[in-house]
């Protein structure tokens, strides 16, 4: 996407003036708005699951590719033109280039446990509009703005565009959801009331247990095969790296670790 806006730019340089570099501009920021929300929408509709056969797959990959390359020609659209339009400040231009990737790369942290990672791609749809708004000085950038805006704050709100299904695993299970900035944490339910699995990117279970300071509840637990070391250790001292749910650390406990 973003090699593609460079060659198409560069054909239509020499067709390119102030006034039509300006509306270009304003134009690139919509488009990138339009089509970021757009791939949002397609990547979701098109689940990948591992257990899917392969021209299935493919098919996915080609819509997930092709709807999320058009984001990136836009964007691209939009450097471009700007190093176009003030080549002679290109010193200035580069420095705030610098910075917006540096305060992008420092707010998503908290943006991505704040508003989830759905969400701050809506956010970022939005803030596009601004730029452009800044850059071109364009009026009817705003009224779309605010509709980016109330469309983030609409769906932090309701969770209509949200996921479905993630690694063939349905979410309808799940009973909390919460991304941070590396990874996306769920709880679903099991068929046992008194268990729930915690998933790390829908991969990487570990069970969480009802009252695991219950000792008795779960006494069931002493004999399973990672107890086994408890066998042959009188009086363990035990350090659990990385507990999980907490079942390595009911299981020390239940062997007076």
């Given at each position: 996407g973003s090699?593609?806006?460079?060659?198409?730019?560069?054909v239509a340089r020499p067709r390119l003036d102030e006034e039509r570099t300006a509306r270009l501009l304003a134009a690139a920021t919509a488009l990138f708005a339009l089509t970021t929300v757009t791939a949002l929408l397609v990547v979701l509709a098109h689940p990948l699951s591992p257990a899917a056969p392969g021209l299935s797959t493919l098919a996915s990959l080609a819509?997930?590719?092709?709807?999320?390359?058009?984001?990136?020609?836009?964007?691209?659209c939009t450097i471009t033109l700007a190093i176009t339009a003030w080549s002679a400040r290109i010193s200035r231009l580069y420095l705030y280039d610098?910075?917006?990737?540096?305060?992008?790369?420092?707010?998503?942290?908290?943006?991505?446990g704040t508003l989830g990672a759905?969400?701050?791609?809506?956010?970022?749809?939005a803030l596009s509009l601004a730029g452009g708004f800044l850059m071109s000085r364009r009026a009817w950038l705003l009224p779309l703005l605010g509709l980016g805006l109330a469309l983030t704050a609409w769906n932090h709100a309701t969770g209509t565009i949200a996921l479905r299904e993630s690694k063939g695993l349905s979410e309808e299970?799940?009973?909390?959801?919460?991304?941070?900035?590396?990874?996306?944490?769920?709880?679903?339910?099991?068929?046992?009331?008194?268990e729930l699995l915690i998933f790390i990117d829908s991969?990487?279970?570990?069970?969480?247990?009802?009252?695991?300071?219950?000792l008795e509840?779960?006494?069931?637990?002493?004999?399973?095969?990672?107890?086994?070391?408890?066998?042959?250790?009188?009086r363990p001292r035990v350090l659990v790296i990385g507990p999980g749910g907490g079942q390595d650390v009911i299981l020390a406990?239940?062997?007076g670790a």
């Amino acid at each position: 996407g973003s090699g593609a806006s460079g060659v198409a730019l560069y054909v239509a340089r020499p067709r390119l003036d102030e006034e039509r570099t300006a509306r270009l501009l304003a134009a690139a920021t919509a488009l990138f708005a339009l089509t970021t929300v757009t791939a949002l929408l397609v990547v979701l509709a098109h689940p990948l699951s591992p257990a899917a056969p392969g021209l299935s797959t493919l098919a996915s990959l080609a819509w997930i590719y092709g709807a999320a390359a058009l984001p990136f020609f836009f964007s691209g659209c939009t450097i471009t033109l700007a190093i176009t339009a003030w080549s002679a400040r290109i010193s200035r231009l580069y420095l705030y280039d610098l910075a917006g990737a540096a305060l992008g790369c420092v707010a998503l942290v908290p943006l991505l446990g704040t508003l989830g990672a759905i969400d701050t791609v809506l956010l970022v749809a939005a803030l596009s509009l601004a730029g452009g708004f800044l850059m071109s000085r364009r009026a009817w950038l705003l009224p779309l703005l605010g509709l980016g805006l109330a469309l983030t704050a609409w769906n932090h709100a309701t969770g209509t565009i949200a996921l479905r299904e993630s690694k063939g695993l349905s979410e309808e299970s799940v009973v909390f959801s919460r991304w941070n900035s590396f990874s996306r944490v769920t709880v679903t339910k099991t068929e046992d009331p008194d268990e729930l699995l915690i998933f790390i990117d829908s991969d990487a279970a570990t069970i969480l247990r009802r009252a695991g300071d219950d000792l008795e509840r779960h006494r069931g637990l002493r004999d399973r095969i990672e107890g086994l070391a408890y066998q042959v250790a009188e009086r363990p001292r035990v350090l659990v790296i990385g507990p999980g749910g907490g079942q390595d650390v009911i299981l020390a406990r239940l062997h007076g670790a």
